[in-house]
């Protein structure tokens, strides 16, 4: 079994940053790319960041000079660092990773639990 769990959602005004953590554990042969994304109330899951396992990052527009994501291989964690937050940024981040079991069998997508981000105007 694969498990993806995050942390580090709260509440914070804007201008701040807050940092989220995702971890995956279990039986993991490889994990391609890490990422995030995020659902506003009302709207549709959209991505925020994704990071390759060669470090290749790819970012949407709305958050690419404020968000920074990296990950780290030993560690099977993925980050992610959001500064100069707004308001616009709240919404429940989930954890993405596409994961290979074993050598023999075709990756799968895994999806964290989601973390609460709130930013107060």
């Known amino acids: 079994q694969v498990q993806l769990v995050e942390s580090g959602g709260g509440l914070v005004q804007a201008g701040g940053s807050l940092r989220l953590s995702c971890v995956a554990s279990g039986s993991i042969f490889r994990i391609n790319v890490m990422g995030w994304y995020r659902q506003a109330p009302g709207k549709q899951r959209e991505l925020v960041a994704v990071?390759?396992?060669?470090?290749?990052?790819t970012y949407t527009s709305s958050v690419k000079v404020r968000f920074t994501i990296s990950r780290d291989n030993a560690k099977r964690t993925v980050y992610l660092q959001m500064n100069s937050l707004k308001a616009e940024d709240t919404a429940v981040y989930y954890c993405?990773?596409?994961?290979?079991?074993?050598?023999?069998?075709?990756?799968?997508?895994?999806w964290g639990q989601g973390t609460q981000v709130t930013v107060s105007s």
């Open positions: 993405h990773a596409d994961i290979k079991r074993t050598d023999s069998f075709p990756s799968t997508v895994y």
């Open positions: 990071v390759s396992d060669v470090g290749t990052t």
